[in-house]
T-cell receptor, first 109, second 117 residues
Framework: TQLLEQSPQFLSIQEGENLTVYCNSSSVFSSLQWYRQEPGEGPVLLVTVVTGGEVKKLKRLTFQFGDARKDSSLHITAAQPGDTGLYLCAEWGYSTLTFGKGTMLLVSP | GAVVSQHPSWVICKSGTSVKIECRSLDFQATTMFWYRQFPKQSLMLMATSNEGSKATYEQGVEKDKFLINHASLTLSTLTVTSAHPEDSSFYIC?????????????FGPGTRLTVL
């Protein structure tokens, strides 16, 4: 089972700031998904990246997949309180998902 | 998008009792459903994978006699926590996958908060 490392574990910022969170592995990802989970809710899929070097944008969120497919990042521009939540990366494998420990983001007004 | 529901959303029970949690795919047929457990401030840990009409496959360290999973139809899977104890208190989340391929998207339910007194 691949070990996914996410950093930072916790991030507290003010509304309007930019931030980047990271997901790394010592092994090559087959493909990677990013989820956001709000307290007391199930995770919601944000994006799936498959190709090395791939960049995807979802409004203010930019997702990058490393060229070697061993790392990924999520950049949020002008964060808003509604972005608060647990951001999880997960390897999308042959039959199951393996989640990282997540980055807890708190955006204060 | 595909919707997965869970019932109940929260439950409190006494130690030693059993609790059943339902997971339903509302607008699609789920060939495979997954059960996860999430402790506070931690990530999701896969407990078991169930395919409709067959026995569930449990992850290492998960007691199959304690966490009974039934996937009797293509839209319903149940998780029964038998003889629950306080250490079983957790957030239980199910997900459902429409296709048979591992590359098909999993859709997650809203979770069930279990508190065992």
């Amino acid at each position: 089972t691949q070990l996914l490392e996410q950093s930072p574990q916790f991030l507290s910022i003010q509304e309007g700031e930019n931030l980047t969170v990271y997901c790394n592995s010592s092994s090559v990802f087959s493909s990677l998904q990013w989820y956001r989970q709000e307290p007391g809710e199930g995770p919601v899929l944000l994006v799936t990246v498959v190709t090395g070097g791939e960049v995807k944008k979802l409004k203010r969120l930019t997702f990058q997949f490393g060229d070697a497919r061993k790392d990924s990042s999520l950049h949020i521009t002008a964060a808003q309180p509604g972005d608060t939540g647990l951001y999880l990366c997960a390897e999308w494998g042959y039959s199951t998902l393996t989640f990282g420990k997540g980055t807890m983001l708190l955006v204060s007004p | 998008g595909a919707v997965v529901s869970q019932h109940p959303s929260w439950v409190i029970c006494k130690s030693g009792t059993s609790v059943k949690i339902e997971c339903r795919s509302l607008d699609f047929q789920a060939t495979t459903m997954f059960w996860y457990r999430q402790f506070p401030k931690q990530s999701l840990m896969l407990m078991a994978t169930s395919n409709e009409g067959s026995k569930a496959t449990y992850e290492q360290g998960v007691e199959k006699d304690k966490f009974l999973i039934n996937h009797a139809s293509l839209t319903l899977s149940t998780l029964t926590v038998t003889s629950a104890h306080p250490e079983d208190s957790s957030f239980y989340i199910c997900s459902a996958r429409a296709g048979a391929w591992g590359t098909d998207t999993q859709y997650f339910g809203p979770g069930t908060r279990l508190t065992v007194l």
